[in-house]
């Protein structure tokens, strides 16, 4: 008969302790996922294309069309390289306002990083945001957005805010030039914090989670194969490290420039 190993009273004592310890440290880290900024910092702002214009056709983060069409369009923006980080800054939402009463209004405009401004005034360490021409003319009070247009740069104030696509769910582009062997990916309409911060994919025969690797803006990649779908995607964002799996959302016969929507999201 195979011995059972025993314990003291004090070994099962410190194992219990042990466990609790390690629930207290990981809990917090599963449960505080709410993204909050409550305080406005400062920086400043300018404006690009057209005066009444949706700003960026494409932009550094790959977001390709998608930038033109709601609930991207006229809300999309450029920011200086410390709020792009790489590429890890894109998809993150930021409320922007400007401060001289006499032009603007007290209504902030709430932007989507699509785009990076690494010159001029986005660039020595400063944060900076490049806005469409509608986004920047919304800050101003009733009739004086082409007045404030004329400003040129305005120090503004910001802080970060929970992105919101009403009615979408998280969908994952195939990018053009995917291969059973090199597949690239990118994140579309992700509420709440709007950035990634790694992803894995999961092939339909396997358990184990393959991690992707960030090739710039909001592009993912894994090199391998011959990768086999139906592929389940997890992705946890930047900001908090909230976690979602989508479950065999890309099919077995995908294909490269699709988008697969899956049947989840974040709440803002």
């Not at 922007?96 to 032009?103: A, Q, T």
């Not at 992705?235 to 890309?250: E, F, M, N, P």
């Amino acid at each position: 008969m195979q011995c059972q190993p025993e314990y003291s009273v004090s070994q099962v004592l410190t194992f219990f302790l042990l466990l609790a310890f390690k629930c207290s440290v990981v809990a917090p880290t599963q449960l505080n996922h709410q993204l909050s900024e409550p305080h406005w910092l400062p920086a400043t702002a300018t404006w690009y294309g057209s005066p009444d214009g949706d700003g960026s056709d494409g932009g550094a983060c790959g977001y390709g069309s998608l930038v033109d069409v709601k609930p991207l369009r006229a809300r999309v923006g450029a920011v200086s390289p410390v709020l792009f980080k790489n590429g890890g800054g894109c998809g993150a939402c930021y409320k922007v306002r400007c401060l001289d009463k006499s032009i603007c209004s007290r209504r902030a405009v709430t932007i989507i990083v699509t785009d990076e401004c690494p010159g001029g005034f986005c660039s020595n360490g400063r944060t900076h945001f490049d806005l469409s021409g509608a986004a920047f003319g919304r800050m101003a009070i009733a009739g004086e957005s082409g007045q404030l247009r004329n400003r040129g740069e305005l120090p503004v104030i910001y802080r970060r805010a929970p992105c919101k696509y009403p009615g979408k769910n998280i969908a994952f582009h195939v990018n053009e030039g995917s291969t059973d062997y090199w597949l690239s990916l990118l994140v579309e309409f992700e509420d709440g914090d709007g950035d990634v911060g790694s992803m894995h994919i999961r092939e339909a025969s396997s358990s184990e989670w393959l991690q992707m690797n960030h090739v710039w803006g909001a592009n993912w990649c894994i090199i391998g194969g011959p990768l086999k779908g139906p592929f389940s995607v997890k992705l946890t964002t930047l900001s908090t490290g909230r976690t979602l799996s989508a479950r065999a959302v890309i099919p077995s016969n995908w294909s490269p420039k699709a988008t697969y929507t899956s049947r989840l999201n974040f709440s803002p």
